[in-house]
């Protein structure tokens, strides 16, 4: 009798622990997109849209018990509407996809941070970034984080910005005020003073992977990292004791699906599994967003889509890398060019070459700088190993955002480019025209 009671009492135990875990335990499922990069229409393999997007998004979520949509940042800059409309256009599209929360990504300051202040009020959804402060300590965006009620969690998001942000991925004259305090810290930090206030804490991040597993590594008040910046994505979940990282190719190419089981007494994940939904052929664009979409691409196409040449071959982004310099060098007449690998955009396709191409190559305004140099201070990446005279005087083209981030793009400082050449987009278009034969 004694040990049917013992026995008894263990089960009871168990059943009573297990409905307080249940009771304690919340599902959450996180969509999310990163990098968009305003790229509207889908790529040359067919993947991508922001129409299919839209409609990928909306399906999961009929599939979803509570689900959170977040935006890792980078909405805009890549295509020619989000350049000649200064990134409006890809605010006012994403509109429609029901994106909850969003943070600042570096090329958000691409057309200068007072156009960040447009990007806020068209947005209808909050874009929190805690880490970007000016002298007062105010806000960039006005929101350091955003606290979310979904399937009865309290989901505090907190927006951080890459702290490497002007060590080659912006420039100062384009950053202004702002300053960018370390990522983990601010993380840690806003985590802390949430702690009351949520259940789960969720940094939405546009940082590199190196900060993105250092975060993971010595942040245990975040539990969920949702990542941009990086455009080639994760093959797998970052995962360190019950903390987790994720983050999505870009350009639309995929929707991330988190799910997760929250303990929310415990504040911290008990389950997560992460999938990359291909955004292809295979998903119906969305109509009102196809249509919005459309809108746009005709206030551009008689810029962009008028045929300039023919490529007897595709080139990869490191192919148009090598013909960027080579352009570089044609129009300026110098002796050395440097285009730096970030500053590439798309691939070149074989075939028909419409000017679009190239503005999707390089949809940055910026121009060819040219400085002369003797060969002993020439920077090694330039020169690439060959034979070159120290005393003799050389002439060196770069972008004027090589030669403004020199340090990390050259890995020199001190060189002075004082002459100014053609924006590099339209030395290119003439090249091409000029040429009409790429190979």
Not at 40 to 69: H, S, W, Y
Not at 92 to 115: A, C, P, Q
Not at 225 to 240: D, F, P, S, Y
Request: net charge neutral; charged share 25%; with cysteine.
């Amino acid at each position: 009798m004694a040990k049917l009671l013992r026995r008894f009492s263990l089960i009871l135990t168990f059943v009573l622990a297990n409905a307080a875990w249940a009771q304690n335990t919340r599902h959450l499922t996180i969509l999310h997109t990163s990098d968009l990069h305003a790229r509207f229409l889908p790529d040359e393999q067919g993947k991508g849209g922001f129409a299919r997007v839209a409609t990928a998004i909306r399906k999961e979520k009929e599939n979803c018990q509570g689900c959170l949509v977040l935006d890792g940042g980078d909405i805009v800059q890549g295509s020619p509407a989000s350049t000649l409309f200064r990134g409006l256009p890809s605010y006012e599209v994403v509109n429609s996809f029901g994106i909850d929360v969003s943070t600042l990504g570096n090329h958000e300051f691409d057309y200068g941070w007072k156009r960040i202040y447009d990007f806020t009020s068209t947005a209808s959804f909050p874009i929190v970034c805690a880490n970007v402060t000016d002298d007062q300590g105010r806000f960039l965006t006005g929101k350091p984080y955003s606290i979310v009620n979904v399937n009865g969690i309290r989901v505090g998001v907190i927006g951080i910005l890459m702290g490497v942000l002007l060590d080659g991925f912006s420039t100062p004259d384009l950053v202004g005020p702002w300053k960018v305090a370390d990522p983990v810290e601010t993380a840690r930090t806003y985590a802390r003073q949430l702690q009351d206030r949520t259940d789960l804490i969720v940094v939405l991040s546009h940082i590199t992977t190196k900060e993105m597993d250092e975060m993971l590594a010595k942040a245990p008040e975040v539990s969920v990292i949702v990542a941009g910046h990086e455009h080639t994505g994760l093959e797998n979940m970052r995962r360190v004791e019950d903390r987790v990282g994720v983050r999505v190719k870009s350009y639309g190419r995929e929707l991330g699906r988190l799910e997760l089981d929250i303990d929310t007494a415990q504040r911290k994940v008990v389950q997560a599994a992460w999938r990359r939904i291909e955004i292809n052929e295979k998903i119906a664009p969305a109509p009102e967003v196809a249509k919005l979409v459309g809108e746009w691409e005709e206030k551009v196409a008689k810029i962009v889509d008028k045929p300039i040449g023919e490529s007897v071959r595709a080139f990869s982004t490191a192919d148009v890398k090598v013909l960027m310099e080579r352009v570089m060098r044609d129009a300026t007449g110098a002796d050395f060019a440097f285009m730096n690998q970030g500053g590439v955009r798309d691939v070149l396709p074989r075939g028909r070459i419409l000017a679009r191409n190239v503005w999707n190559i390089m949809p940055f305004d910026n121009r060819v700088m040219i400085g002369k140099f003797k060969g002993k201070d020439l920077p090694a990446v330039v020169t690439k190993g060959n034979a070159i005279e120290p005393e003799k005087e050389y002439t060196l083209a770069v972008s004027d955002f090589t030669a403004e981030n020199q340090k990390t793009q050259l890995r020199v400082t001190g060189l002075v480019f004082p002459q100014n050449g053609p924006l590099m987009r339209d030395a290119m278009i003439d090249w091409i025209r000029k040429r009409k034969i790429v190979e």
